[in-house]
């Protein structure tokens, strides 16, 4: 299965403080949705591995093969506090820098049913929980 650590790049990049514990499930599963519809590019609901490749493409701007912390907030559609801890949590090694192997091992773990696609409601569990076990380990998120 391919997986994507598509799930947070800062570790110490920004300085300003976000304190997600104010969020409500419900309101960040709402901050993330943009970023599920414009992956979604058909519209069925369910996010596909060539859908996911696409996606990547157009985020990777320079076409080096990685994504930086300035294309990724450039591309992102969520709110300020979720697209930070997403990079942060995909840039697992603090480089500043995403691969398409990262996005790839995350899109294989959102997909729990094994079905090789992701619905909205695996998208929306796996980074809800994500922004709330990084509030859990760390008591604020760091944005950049």
């Known amino acids: 299965m391919y997986v994507t650590g598509v799930s947070v790049f800062l570790l110490f990049l920004g300085t300003t403080y976000a304190d997600i514990g104010n969020y409500t ?5 709402a901050g993330m949705n943009p970023i599920f519809d414009v992956v979604d590019m058909n519209n069925d609901s369910f996010i596909e591995d ?3 490749t696409n996606a990547w493409l157009r985020v990777d701007a320079d076409h080096d093969g990685y994504v930086t912390e300035a294309e990724y907030k450039n591309s992102a ?7 930070a801890i ?8 603090g480089d500043g820098f995403i691969g398409l192997d990262t996005i790839y091992g995350e899109y294989a773990m959102m997909d729990t049913n094994d079905d090789n696609r992701v619905s909205r ?8 929980t994500m922004m709330e076990d990084a509030y859990k380990h760390y008591g604020f998120l760091l944005i950049g």
């Open 86 to 93: 997403v990079f942060q949590e995909m840039d697992r090694d």
């Open 50 to 52: 060539s859908e996911l």
């Open 25 to 29: 499930h419900a309101q960040i599963v």
């Open 121 to 128: 409601l695996e998208f929306d569990n796996f980074y809800a």
């Open 77 to 83: 559609n969520a709110k300020r506090e979720f697209w």
